[in-house]
């Protein structure tokens, strides 16, 4: 029986014939699809990332849409790493669902209207901010790019966006908050001990920070079969990082014991106060009541839970399945925004994020009554790519395309994008 390596070498040699046959070619099939393969199979043998390929942008100016970093990130990043930045759960299918869901919905443009100047901006919170478009929590980032959450910050500076940190970054919201030049949101991942939860948030009170972030739709648990299989497949010996030298980034991150590259739960006080059961809505208004930060809850899809959390006090919602990461329901956050809207009616922010690729998605969910739109994948693969300059590439994009989708139909304000603007589609 042949070995896995020679079962490799002979994919490998079937692609390369391929790639060279001219049948193959004017069967109408895609080249560089077929070099991106081969680029793949070396990676995924070798547990690291391939040499970039030719057909790929070479420079983060070269990009025309946040697609195109996607292929390169993926060149650049090891394998593990990867599927912890791509993995959804199970079969992956709600990532796919996010993403879909934006078709569901058709724009009806105007035309014959002076939109020689537009306005992109939005106010949240009695803040300004240039753009709708904010910067999701994505843990981990050092995984992705040496400089990590510090070139994002210094890219959030540079573009002056919105920024939320995660409970899982690689830096502390101390340095972020000095990168950014001002304090940045922080997402909450609760530990299982209340007063370590409690230190927690106080630290990041005392850093500046005007937002907490609780998240809550992974208290349920997650199935990430991709994230696993990745970890599997990566050979390198990564003990420098992670337990027993296996590269599984976010793996026993939020409460496990291996905290050597998560700054924000390392030295912890003794655990005090073990929690018994899961956290409830009981335990926002617990949170409320340690802090003077506002409460934001992230991972709400239904209308009865946007009802419950404003009956309780909560200051902002983030419409979020965690990037098809959090269960694999089928259900395009775009699809959920309506509904949770209508649960807020008008009481607090609502900020979508899940799918989010292109302007004409954050035009459909400002029309949808969405205050904001959030952004994770995307601009990590700027980060993979070119560090902050990719970051900032896929920021300047998503502005460029959200201001074109407004002048095509008609609307110089963000105030001005509403349903009418939309109509479901027709099955």
């Not at 909450?188 to 939860?197: A, G, I, K, M, P």
């Not at 027993?244 to 390392?266: C, E, F, H, T, Y």
């Not at 409460?295 to 990037?323: C, Y």
Request: aromatic share 6%; with cysteine; net charge positive.
């Amino acid at each position: 029986m042949a070995s896995p390596r020679d079962l490799e070498q002979s994919r490998r040699n079937f692609l390369r014939f391929l790639a060279s046959s001219p049948l193959f070619a004017v069967a109408g099939a895609e080249l560089g699809m077929v070099r991106r393969m081969l680029q793949q199979g070396a990676q995924a043998a070798q547990g690291t990332p391939a040499a970039q390929d030719a057909s790929l942008i070479q420079a983060a100016q070269q990009a025309l849409s946040v697609f195109d970093f996607e292929p390169v990130a993926k060149t650049k990043i090891p394998v593990a790493h990867w599927a912890y930045l791509s993995t959804g759960t199970d079969d992956d299918a709600t990532i796919r669902y996010n993403r879909e869901g934006y078709a569901r919905w058709e724009l009806k443009m105007r035309r014959l209207v002076d939109v020689s100047h537009i306005d992109p901006g939005i106010e949240m919170l009695g803040v300004q901010w240039p753009t709708p478009i904010v910067i999701n929590p994505v843990g981990s980032q050092r995984a992705f790019h040496a400089d990590g959450e510090l070139a994002v910050a210094r890219a959030a500076k540079a573009k002056n966006h919105l920024q939320v940190l995660s409970t899982v970054a690689t830096t502390s919201i101390e340095d972020v908050n000095a990168a950014r030049g001002q304090p940045v949101w922080f997402q909450l991942y609760h530990r299982t001990d209340w007063s370590q939860t409690k230190e927690l948030v106080k630290r990041v009170e005392r850093s500046g920070c005007p937002v907490l972030v609780f998240t809550v739709d992974l208290i349920g648990g997650s199935n990430r079969e991709t994230q696993t299989r990745g970890g599997l497949a990566d050979t390198r010996d990564c003990s420098r990082c992670h337990t027993g030298g296996r590269p599984q980034p976010g793996i026993l991150s939020v409460d496990g014991r291996d905290n050597r590259r998560k700054p924000m739960l390392a030295n912890f006080g003794p655990a005090l106060n073990p929690d018994v059961g899961t956290p409830t809505w009981d335990y926002v208004k617990r949170l409320k009541d340690i802090t003077t930060m506002k409460v934001f809850v992230k991972g709400i899809v239904t209308r009865e839970d946007a009802e419950l959390a404003m009956q309780n006090g909560v200051d902002g919602l983030f419409v979020s399945n965690h990037g098809g990461r959090a269960e694999n329901s089928l259900r395009a956050t775009v699809t959920a925004l309506p509904e949770v809207v209508a649960g807020v009616a008008g009481r607090a922010p609502v900020i979508l994020d899940g799918g989010i690729r292109r302007g004409t998605d954050i035009f459909k969910a400002l029309a949808l009554g969405a205050t904001a739109t959030g952004i994770g994948r995307p601009y990590i693969w700027g980060l993979g790519s070119f560090g902050q300059e990719g970051v900032e590439t896929v920021l300047a994009l998503l502005r460029k395309e959200f201001e074109l989708v407004m002048r095509q139909a008609g609307t110089t304000s963000v105030k001005q994008i509403t349903r009418d603007f939309i109509a479901e589609k027709r099955t």
